[in-house]
């Protein structure tokens, strides 16, 4: 479903220390995508599951997310929690 010159419909931004709620955020959302375009070229989503660490990762994840179309911040509520006190 990615427009021409981009790889993913929407790339994932999260904290790290939140990987296994925002993995299960992922799994539906791209569920609930799934049912709701008809087409076979479902919705594609860039989820980093790796610990890649300093400049490799910025450099690798700067590289993904110009090849999206949105790029999703996504801070569980823990998070929001943790950062309000």
Sequence with gaps: MALAGVQYDIFISY???????????RRRLQ???????????KP???????????RIAASLLRQHVTQC??????????????SSR
């Design 15 to 25: 904290p790290r220390e939140n990987r296994p709620w925002v993995r299960e955020f």
């Design 44 to 54: 594609r989503i860039f989820f980093d599951d790796n610990d890649w660490g300093g």
């Design 69 to 82: 179309c949105l790029s999703l911040s996504c801070y569980p509520p823990t998070w929001l929690l943790k």
């Design 31 to 41: 569920e609930a995508l799934d049912q709701l375009t008809p087409s076979i070229e």
